[in-house]
């Protein structure tokens, strides 16, 4: 299965009113939709616009509505954080506060400068308190994510994050009268606390005010989350899936497929970029295959990439180079797997966000139905055979292919 993250796309202005997919030059993917058959995903449900987080729940057969914790663990996931059930995360920014912690700048003045270096002052002051261990984590930006690891925690509490300018800091409050909120929301308020002891002081700070910057003295948190435990690729009913792997170099796609069970592999060269080396990523797929995995997942990130950057011609050629690198070893495979080309979302080239757009689909597996489209792109997906799905209905429409799934009732 590959997934070209933000695949779909529309037309576009610049290609003649063609979409990436639909322009690019992929001989091999082309030949396969010939051979094939078309069809397209509402990844979550139509009309809602997904992240690559929760569509990747769906893809992989779970109902993101039912068991999807809100972003705090997810952007965890992105940022690099390995989460266990239990855990609590937060978004985070880092933030500016005077005195009195009334919030001058929710952004610390969207300033860069020595945040790497603060992060790493607070993993080493603040790593742990009253035995639960807290983990920060640098995202993009003035953001960040922290992790807060322990038994019987509770992310119903409320947000330290004011949401405004000009306001104290909120004290943590628990949402519920669970004692395991009340004594989560305490730590919390501690844990501020300490963030101000490190950050107030801190020589970054000192700098960034002498360069006319202001100070990041606080981290503001919000949207607490707790990472659920996800049912596993091959504990999905009625499927046989055993060993699955995935290949991928994009955190929050490393974590996702690792915490469903599948083996991730981040092979040297890719960069979850434009530039990553795609053979390599291709040849990782193919030893996994070869190695006996049940279900191999190839994710390439280059088209949401792309499609955020408003760059319509770069998704397209990100697509030939990827159809090309595919078609060197993917024909050994045709007589002995289901092979299925999708991505995650659509993500426009044009506005640089995801949509709720459905999702281009191409199967291949001996034998099938074929549709006979011939060509593979989100206008030809929208008449193929295999209709309109949901995301979660992917996983069973691929292992009834392979004969790997056991069918419903007597
Ligand atoms: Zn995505
Ligand atoms: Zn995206």
Redesign the pocket.
Known sequence: MIGF??LGDRPSAVLGGKTPLEDAKKPFIDWLASLGAQGVIDPVSPGVIPG?DTAHLAIFGLDPFKVYPGRGPFEAIGAGAELNPGDIAFRGNFATVDEKFVVIDRRAGRSEYGLDKLVDSLNKGVGEIEGYKVEFYRAAEHRLAVVLRGVGLSDRIGDTDPGVEGERVRVSAPLDNDPSSKRTADLVNKLTEEISRVLREHGVNKERVEMGLRPANIVLLRGAGKMPRLRKIYELERIHIERAGAVSATALIKGVTKLLGFHVVHPPGATGGLNTDVHAKVRAAVEMLDRGYDLVYLHFKGT?TA??DRKPREKRSFIEKCDSALSEVLRDFMDRAVIAITGDHT?SSTIGQ?TSDPVPLLVYSEGMFQDMLGRFSERTARLGAIGRIRGSDLIYLLTDLAERQEKFGA
Do not use: L, Q, Y
């Open positions: 993250d933000g690559s949401d499609s955020h993500t995801h």
